[in-house]
């Protein structure tokens, strides 16, 4: 999996942090504020990703994804007042809730030690992830994002996003090196069919949100963990195998 390989490059949210649970949360307050306290019976993780899908040629999904729930919900904000207010509410989440999964540092620092370049490929806006880079406490203690990996590349830096490979592109690109010298770490089906996409294998962390996909990433990705813990002792038997 690993032992050729000289860049890592993992998805955030789902993937290294513990977040989709807390933006579950934050849309189901969202759509609870803009929609008059209604919301129906719908899995918003799965829908948010849907519509992010759908929106990723646009040059903004997420503002997208606010137009569709104003829409969706009879809201008489704009679609710009219902994605401002989305961040008011996700800002003290993303400050002090979310955290790395468990054991997360360890396989980052670990892989850093070993000499391994690690790079971040996140649909996130950039804006939520100067939040963990520089003020969430959870993540700058446990493994600074600045001191162990040499590119993150969000939103901002593509102008199509996931399944569409461009940010993986730009990766290889940036450090020039082939596919071939490329692992993904990835939690969800869009992420894995972008690795798909660019050709590059995929290793693939649970996340219990992706449940709604599993068969489909199952069958689209090399690698499969069921927690940090269970892919350290993978990568370090394979890299320290004699």
């Known amino acids: 999996m690993i032992k050729n390989k000289k860049v890592i490059i993992f998805d955030m949210d789902g993937t290294l942090i513990d977040s989709i ?7 189901k307050e969202l759509i609870k504020a803009v929609g008059n306290g209604s919301i ?14 759908e929106y990723s040629k646009c040059e903004d999904a997420y503002l997208e ?16 007042e219902i ?33 391994f370049i690690l790079t971040i490929a996140s ?3 950039d804006h939520t992830i100067e939040n963990y880079k520089n ?14 990996f040499s590119l993150v590349y969000s939103k901002g ?9 461009e940010i993986l592109y730009k990766i290889l690109t940036e450090l020039n090196v082939d596919k071939e010298e490329c692992l993904i770490i990835e939690d969800s089906l869009i992420g894995v069919e972008a690795a798909n996409n660019a050709y590059i294998e995929v290793a693939v962390i649970y996340d219990k949100y992706s449940d709604c996909n599993r068969e489909e990433i199952n069958k689209l990705s090399q690698y499969r963990f ?7 002792n993978y990568i370090k038997n394979e890299l320290e195998d004699n």
């Open 21 to 27: 649970g807390i933006w579950n949360k934050i849309d």
């Open 40 to 53: 129906d019976n719908v899995d918003i993780g799965k829908q948010r990703d849907e519509k992010l899908k």
């Open 65 to 80: 994804y606010c137009g569709f729930i104003k829409e969706k919900y009879n809201s008489k904000m704009s679609k710009k």
């Open 83 to 115: 994605k401002k207010l989305r961040y008011e509410i996700a800002d003290n989440y993303l400050r002090t809730v979310i955290d790395y999964k468990p054991n997360a540092e360890k396989v980052l620092k670990y892989l850093k030690q070993k000499g």
């Open 123 to 125: 649909t996130t806006n």
């Open 135 to 148: 003020d969430n406490q959870n993540i700058i203690n446990k493994a600074n994002i600045e001191d162990i």
């Open 157 to 165: 830096a593509v102008k199509e996003l996931k399944p569409n490979p």
């Open 226 to 232: 069921k927690d940090y813990n269970e892919m350290l």
